[in-house]
């Protein structure tokens, strides 16, 4: 066990100054979840492992691991009576647990504009800019979601000539939007830039201002829509692949309708869903933005220097 938490520790070390289009540095995370009253700061974290102890894994293992904290999904040939059958032939002997109250957060949205400037271990220069959403489990406004999920793929591998042809898009945006999740959760975008970081994030809302005022296409939204649903095809070609999404979007509060309506939703939004969702949820209130640099030769074997606003 010493092994493999020393290892954890080591990899920790090394990518603590490395970011990328999906992973953020501990600072801009503390900035996305400000006002959260669940998000534990990555400060520490290396200390707390290296004081780990099999008797504290004990613990937090008899307090967590039980039957009625645990989600059973059963893929196949196979009868609801036969499935109850072998449920209580292989855990009904399993003593239940005094688990702890998991409650659905919404925590705050608009906790106002947040901005880092950071030397990260980079090649070239990064713009993240993060928008605190709710998740599928923490709205009922279920179809404003699913329009910032076609939203996403408008802005990035579905970009509508419209967009390219003006310039308004980068040559290569990346879009991250997890839906499932017993909290808010963030849709980012990143991408990277020359010259100037206040001029390249500018850009970035000028092209919000076009998506918040000019309608897309029907054509523009169907080519999307289809990746989308291709796309969620191909992830969930196997039983084994459908039973763990849906397993982890259930534990994470998701309705099980939800989640199987999913393609229907996508195929019903329409141009001015998207455009309300983009007005009313990707606003400078709900930003942190990082302005991501390389770190310089010297900076290296150092911490990298930050600039909060």
């Not at 102890?53 to 039957?67: A, D, M, N, T, Y």
């Not at 923490?138 to 996403?152: K, P």
């Not at 998701?254 to 939800?258: K, L, W, Y």
């Given at each position: 066990m010493r092994e493999s938490i020393e290892n954890l520790i080591l990899r920790r070390k090394k990518n603590a100054r490395f970011v990328s289009a999906i992973s953020f540095s501990p600072?801009?995370?503390?900035l996305i979840e400000t006002g959260s009253s669940t998000y534990k700061p990555a400060v520490g974290f290396i200390e707390q492992l290296e004081q780990l102890?099999?008797?504290?894994?004990?613990?937090?293992?008899?307090?967590?691991?039980?039957?009625n904290n645990a989600l059973l999904v059963v893929a196949g040939d196979v009868t609801a009576d036969k499935v109850k059958q072998l449920a209580e032939a292989y855990f009904g002997g399993i003593e239940r647990g005094n688990?702890?109250?998991?409650p659905i957060v919404r925590g705050q949205q608009e906790p106002g504009y947040r901005q880092i400037?950071?030397?990260?271990?980079?090649?070239?220069?990064?713009?993240q800019i993060i928008f605190n959403t709710p998740s599928l489990a923490?709205?009922?406004?279920?179809?404003?979601?699913?329009?910032?999920?076609?939203?996403?793929a408008l802005l990035s591998h579905c970009a509508p000539e419209s967009l390219r042809s003006t310039s308004k898009l980068p040559d290569t945006i990346f879009c991250s939007f997890p839906l499932d999740s017993r909290s808010n959760t963030r849709i980012s975008f990143a991408y990277e830039f020359e010259g100037d970081a206040i001029e390249a994030e500018a850009g970035f809302w000028r092209l919000l201002d076009h998506v918040k005022y000019t309608l897309f296409s029907d054509e523009e939204i169907g080519r999307a829509v289809e990746t989308l649903c291709k796309n969620e095809l191909v992830a969930y070609d196997t039983l084994q692949a459908q039973s763990m999404d849906l397993g982890w979007a259930v534990a994470q509060g998701?309705?099980?309708?939800?989640w199987e309506a999913k393609v229907e939703q996508?195929?019903?939004?329409?141009?001015?869903?998207?455009?309300?969702?983009?007005?009313?949820?990707?606003?400078?209130?709900?930003a942190s933005?990082?302005?991501?640099?390389?770190?310089?030769?010297?900076?290296?074997?150092?911490?990298?220097?930050d600039s909060v606003t």
């Open positions: 600072e801009l995370e503390a102890s099999l008797e504290k894994i004990r613990v937090w293992h008899q307090r967590w691991f039980g039957p688990v702890p109250d998991r400037t950071q030397q990260m271990n980079i090649e070239r220069p990064l713009m923490t709205t009922t406004d279920v179809r404003s979601v699913r329009a910032l999920e076609v939203l996403s998701t309705s099980i309708d939800t996508l195929q019903d939004i329409t141009a001015s869903d998207i455009q309300q969702a983009a007005q009313m949820l990707l606003k400078r209130e709900r933005v990082g302005h991501m640099f390389p770190m310089k030769a010297s900076s290296i074997s150092d911490s990298a220097t």
